[in-house]
C-alpha cells in the first residue's frame, strides 16, 4: 500500500507539471459566445462525471471488497441478473443521451456562427485571409488593412468574413470562442463580440505547413478611441495594399512581423475568393509544391450554408464518390 502511495504522489506531481505548461485559455473566456461555450464544456464534464466517478470508485472497491482474504463477503458464483442493476446501468445513461441531445439541438442554433449576434451597437466588418504563414485583415469601412495584428471594439459585435489563399487553416481565437475554417474559393463568416479590454490570442488550428508553428496573431480588444487611435495608426502608414503589393505579402513567409496598409485596393476580398473558384468547380484544391499534401489528404468536401455561403464538411473524397 505503502509503495501504491508513493508512486500515486509521484504520477500525480507529473501530472501537475505537464499541466502548469497548458493555457486554459478556453476556460477563460471574454466574450459572450467563449462563455456559452465554456457553460457546454462543464455541462459536459459534469455529465461525463455522473458514469466516470462510480466506475472508477467501484473498480477500486470491488477487488478490495470481493478479495480472497475477506471472508465477509458474499460468494455467489451462479450470479447472473439483478434488477436494480439493470434499471441503473439503462436509466441513468439513457437520461444522460436525452439531456446530451436536448443541450445539443439548442446550442447547435443558439451558436451558430453564420448567426449575427443581438446588439444595439454596430457591428465591425473584417474580412480575414488566411495566407502562408500569416493572417491578413481588411477593414473594408475604413479603407486599412493589417497583418497579425486585429483590433476591434469592446460591446461591438464583430462580423468576420473569413477565407484562404492557400490551403485550408482554421481561424481561432480562443477566449472570444468559436473555430471556424478558411477555405480557398469559399467565405465562411462568424459573428463575436469582446465583453473586456485585452490583447488576446489568435491562431490557425489546422495544420498547414512548417510555418504553421508561427501562424499567430494579435486580436485587441479596446474602448472606442482606442479603436479611433488604431485606425489612424494604420493610415497613418501610407501604405497600399493593390495587385502588386498583395501579390508579395501571399508569398510564403515565417514569423511575419505586425504590418499596416492605409489604403486597400476596393474588392480585395473578393477578388481572392473569386480568383480559386476555377479549381473549385473542377474539384480542385490550391495547392503549392511547399505542402507536402496531396488531393487524397484533404479531408473536405462543400454544401451550402442556409444563407446561401459555402461551408466545410469532414467527408473525404472516397466518401464523396460513394
Not at 67 to 80: E, L
Not at 277 to 301: I, K, L, Y
Amino acid at each position: 500500500m505503502h509503495s501504491l502511495l508513493s508512486r500515486l504522489r509521484h504520477a500525480s506531481v507529473g501530472v501537475a507539471v505537464l499541466l502548469s505548461g497548458c493555457n486554459m485559455e478556453v476556460l477563460t473566456p471574454k466574450g459572450d459566445i467563449g462563455a456559452h461555450e465554456k457553460s457546454l464544456i462543464l455541462i459536459a464534464l459534469g455529465l461525463m462525471a455522473i458514469v466516470a466517478i462510480p466506475v472508477i470508485a467501484m473498480t477500486l472497491w470491488f477487488p478490495w471488497r470481493y478479495r480472497s482474504g475477506n471472508k465477509k463477503a458474499t460468494y455467489t458464483p451462479n450470479w447472473s441478473h439483478s434488477t436494480r442493476i439493470e434499471l441503473v446501468v439503462w436509466t441513468i445513461p439513457a437520461i444522460i443521451i436525452v439531456i446530451l441531445a436536448t443541450i445539443t439541438w439548442t446550442s447547435s442554433h443558439a451558436l451558430d456562427p453564420y448567426k449575427p449576434l443581438e446588439s444595439e451597437a454596430k457591428p465591425v466588418t473584417v474580412q480575414v485571409v488566411s495566407m502562408d504563414w500569416k493572417w491578413l485583415f481588411v477593414y473594408p469601412e475604413y479603407g486599412v488593412a493589417s497583418v497579425n495584428e486585429l483590433a476591434f471594439p469592446v460591446d461591438r459585435p464583430v462580423n468576420f468574413q473569413i477565407t484562404s489563399d492557400s490551403v485550408m487553416n482554421a481561424f481561432f481565437i480562443p477566449q472570444l470562442g468559436s473555430q471556424i475554417y478558411a477555405m480557398a474559393g469559399m467565405e465562411t463568416k462568424l459573428h463575436l463580440i469582446a465583453r473586456e479590454p485585452g490583447s488576446y490570442e489568435g491562431l490557425s488550428t489546422n495544420f498547414s505547413g512548417e510555418g504553421f508553428s508561427d501562424m499567430h496573431f494579435k486580436a485587441i480588444a479596446t474602448s472606442e478611441d482606442g479603436f479611433k487611435d488604431w485606425i489612424a495608426k494604420a493610415k497613418a502608414t501610407q501604405v497600399t495594399l493593390d495587385d502588386e503589393s498583395y501579390k508579395t505579402l501571399a508569398q510564403p513567409s515565417q514569423k511575419v512581423p505586425v504590418s499596416y496598409y492605409g489604403q486597400v485596393a476596393p474588392a480585395l476580398f473578393s477578388s481572392v475568393v473569386n480568383k480559386h473558384m476555377g479549381d473549385m468547380s473542377h474539384g480542385e484544391m490550391p495547392m503549392d509544391s511547399h505542402h507536402d499534401m496531396s488531393q487524397a489528404d484533404m479531408p473536405m468536401d462543400m454544401h451550402h450554408h442556409e444563407d446561401g455561403d459555402a461551408v466545410s464538411s469532414n467527408t473525404t473524397p472516397t466518401q464523396a464518390e460513394k
